[in-house]
Nanobody, 125 residues
Framework: QVQLVESGGGLVQAGDSLRLSCAAS????????MAWFRQAPGKEREFVAA????????YYTESVKGRFTVSRDNAKNTVYLQMNSLKPEDTAVYYC??????????????????WGQGTQVTVSS
């Protein structure tokens, strides 16, 4: 049974940085796409970034390009989301997700089979 556990959220000020972690267990993740989504109050869950577990290719939504970096550590079975220059509009619950897509990078939540419990990120102005 695949399990994803996020950590690293918190309350920061605009311009600060945070690093989120997603510890994956219960399977081998070669051929998987690991993604980060976020959901702000009253809004739909939206795609933020993704990384191909095997090749390490990365993908971002436009609003975080140049500020966020997604990466993975195969030895630790962990995916990271480094968030710099945070803005109040980045405030949301951040979720880690996994889906078996070796060549495609889905950006909608229904495509992913496994989800973490989420971690709150709050950015004050």
């Amino acid at each position: 049974q695949v399990q994803l556990v996020e950590s690293g959220g918190g309350l920061v000020q605009a311009g600060d940085s945070l690093r989120l972690s997603c510890a994956a267990s219960g399977g081998t993740f070669n051929g998987y796409t690991m993604a980060w989504f976020r959901q702000a109050p009253g809004k739909e869950r939206e795609f933020v970034a993704a990384v191909k577990w095997s090749a390490g290719n990365t993908y971002y939504t436009e609003s975080v390009k140049g500020r966020f970096t997604v990466s993975r550590d195969n030895a630790k079975n962990t995916v990271y989301l480094q968030m710099n220059s945070l803005k109040p509009e980045d405030t949301a619950v951040y979720y880690c997700a996994a889906g078996r897509y070796s060549s495609w990078v889905p950006t909608y939540r229904g495509a992913y089979d496994y989800w973490g419990q989420g971690t709150q990120v709050t950015v004050s102005s």
